[in-house]
């Protein structure tokens, strides 16, 4: 068994090696599920094409080896640092998957028990499409048994982000933004950068007090990494002074509807904040209502919950020849046929649990393709509780 040194602070990087096994992996070939990634001319010169290699340029030392020889390895890491590597895009959280099915192409992550600076990280992620992305101003992660023991699950790891005056505005390519972070009593000087598709992330512990270095450093790491990000090298210290604003990050666009008091949450959320859609204020049919008026005409979306007879497997089965939406477990089939007057109507199925399912009837004008563009992007994003 393998742990760190005895670091002062509340949260301190543990690593645990057990288990001599024989590891056999067959080739990871990301990205064959038929999505295909294409290196940018500028991130392939940057990283040489290699993440841990590039990130390993960083100005720290005594980095926390994660692989073991014939041994599967566990950090905490997660737990220490519950914002580390965490993204969203405009619309939900960045993934990663082996068989590249995710949104994520490839992710590196190393971390150091620096004797100078303490427990750190750096990460950064490439990503098949580019698109902007953000942090979120609150982080979470449950705790390891592994280090924790069996009630380790129970506990909750928080924290919290502030922005600063530091921080640059998506051209389309490039940003870039410094937070400060707290978690387990701890407190960290995080920079976050985009270009393209090649997303870094760098945290820095901060608790001596000593403001300047802290940025010193922050500045030696764009330098070491050629990040060249210029609202880095030319800030100040006064630049890092917290502000009351969530200007830069993720602004959740789904609502929730069908709360429910045995979860303490809703049971199916609706990608319906980024859109004109408003709750309706007249009487209307279904549970939930949202409308709003276009140039062709109404514009209106109405949901169901009803009660069926078939587990998930049958459920689907009968819609399967239906054009429909994957969004992770929810599989949303529709139908839609233009009426008289020139409207479209629909309506969308998902099933949700305990033999219900939900259904979501919509209808626009046959001609607005803006009002068809709002309606299906709603469609396709439709989350339910499956638990």
């Not at 040489?48 to 990130?55: A, F, I, P, R, V």
């Not at 640092?81 to 998957?97: I, Q, S, T």
């Not at 219900?356 to 009002?371: G, M, N, V």
Request: aromatic letters at 12%; proline letters at 4%; a negative charge.
């Amino acid at each position: 068994m393998k742990r760190s040194v005895n670091m002062k602070g509340t949260a301190r990087l543990l690593l645990v090696s057990v288990l001599t096994v024989t590891l056999a992996f067959s080739s990871c070939n990301t990205g064959n599920s038929g999505k295909k990634f294409a290196w940018d001319p500028g991130i392939a010169e940057l990283t040489g094409k290699n993440l841990g290699q590039w990130l390993r340029k960083s100005p720290f030392s005594n980095e926390l080896q994660q692989t073991d020889a014939d041994k599967i390895v566990f950090t905490n890491a997660e737990e220490v640092f519950p914002f580390m590597g965490r993204y969203n895009n405009a619309v939900e959280a960045l993934n990663y998957a082996y068989d590249g099915t995710g949104t994520i192409y490839r992710e590196e992550t190393v971390l150091y028990q620096d004797p100078e600076w303490g427990d750190l990280f750096v990460n950064a992620v490439l990503l098949f499409e580019d698109g902007e992305v953000f942090l979120k101003d609150h982080y979470s992660a449950t705790g390891s048994p592994v280090f924790g023991g069996v009630d380790a699950v129970m506990r909750t790891n928080s924290s919290s982000l502030r922005e600063t005056g530091i921080y640059g505005t998506y051209d389309g390519n490039r940003k870039n933004a410094v937070y400060w972070a707290l978690t387990g009593g701890t407190r960290y000087l995080l920079g976050f950068c985009q270009k393209g598709q090649l997303v870094f992330e760098v945290a820095i512990p901060a608790d001596k007090g000593d403001t300047l270095a802290v940025l010193d450093k922050l500045k030696e790491v764009n330098r070491a990494l050629g990040l060249d990000i210029t609202d880095w090298e030319t800030a100040i210290t006064a630049d890092l002074e917290t502000r009351d604003t969530r200007e830069t990050f993720w602004k959740d666009p789904f609502q929730g509807i069908y709360f429910t008091s045995e979860s303490m949450r809703d049971e199916v959320r609706l990608k319906l904040k980024d859109t004109p859609l408003k709750p309706s204020e007249r009487p209307f049919d279904g549970d939930y209502s949202f409308e709003y008026p276009s140039p062709g005409g109404k514009v209106v979306l109405y949901t169901l919950k009803k009660e069926t007879g078939k587990d998930e497997t049958s459920f689907k089965e009968e819609l399967q020849e239906l054009p429909s939406y994957t969004n992770g477990l929810n599989h949303i089939f529709y139908e839609e046929e233009e009426q008289v007057q020139d409207r479209v109507r629909g309506v969308a199925k998902t099933y949700c649990r305990n033999n219900t399912y939900l259904e979501i009837h919509y209808e626009y004008p046959a001609s607005d393709e803006e009002a068809r563009t709002v309606i299906h992007g709603v469609l396709k994003y439709v989350k339910v509780s499956k638990f």
